[in-house]
């Protein structure tokens, strides 16, 4: 059964990523800060998909490999690219932040050439590179693709159920990626919400 709900997980990510890509192609023609239109951070996209990687390689050492993380991996240097196109113009200070403690994370792993250490150091790092991300939605939630935002968190509840033995090898990545999801579910959700009845 967990097998099954890991493939499942895997299958939503790279259905939610098809929706936000879709998204971003159908907003491309829309001037730059348009309200709405949906304009990936080219920072917030490049941390993920390459901590991704990061992450993917140490699973695998550690033979902790799941659907979600593999549909991750792929969906994410995709949008990097279309990021990169179409994504919102210039880099901020707060992406050279970002992007800037990424790499110290990178350099910490293979300091310290521990696969599992890798592993957790690119997921609290996954956190920082979603800053820019949560700023855009905050500022305007409908820059964000709703639907591909609820099925990658109803991919990560997959994901949570799919965990074999709850150690950090086998529990971190599904973890952070449910815990990134619920913060964006709060600003795309529930903050428009007490918005509108204040």
Not at 14 to 42: C, M, N, Q, W
Not at 134 to 163: H, M, Q
Request: charged share 10%; glycine share 8%.
């Amino acid at each position: 059964m967990q097998a099954v709900f890991s493939a499942i997980a895997g299958l939503l990510y790279l259905v939610a990523f098809s929706l936000y890509i879709l998204a971003v192609l159908r907003d491309r023609h829309l001037p730059a800060g348009t309200p709405g239109k949906i304009e990936p951070s080219k920072a917030t996209w490049i941390i993920w998909a390459s901590l991704d990687t990061i992450t993917i390689s140490g699973m695998y050492v550690e033979g902790t490999v799941n659907g979600q993380i593999l549909g991750a991996v792929a969906g994410a240097w995709i949008v990097v690219v279309f990021a990169l196109k179409y994504g919102t113009p210039g880099w901020t200070l707060l992406d050279k932040l970002c992007l800037s403690g990424a790499v110290v994370g990178i350099v910490f792993w293979n300091v310290f050439d521990s696969p599992i250490l890798g592993v957790i150091i690119s997921l609290s790092v996954v956190f920082l590179g979603s800053i820019p991300t949560y700023v855009s939605a905050w500022k305007d939630p409908g820059r964000e693709n709703k639907l591909a935002w609820v099925i990658f968190t109803i991919s990560c509840v997959c994901a949570l159920i799919a965990v074999p033995q709850w150690t950090l090898a086998d529990a971190s990545q599904p973890i952070t990626f449910f815990a990134v999801e619920a913060v964006m579910m709060y600003i795309l959700f529930v903050r428009p919400c007490f918005l509108n009845n204040n």
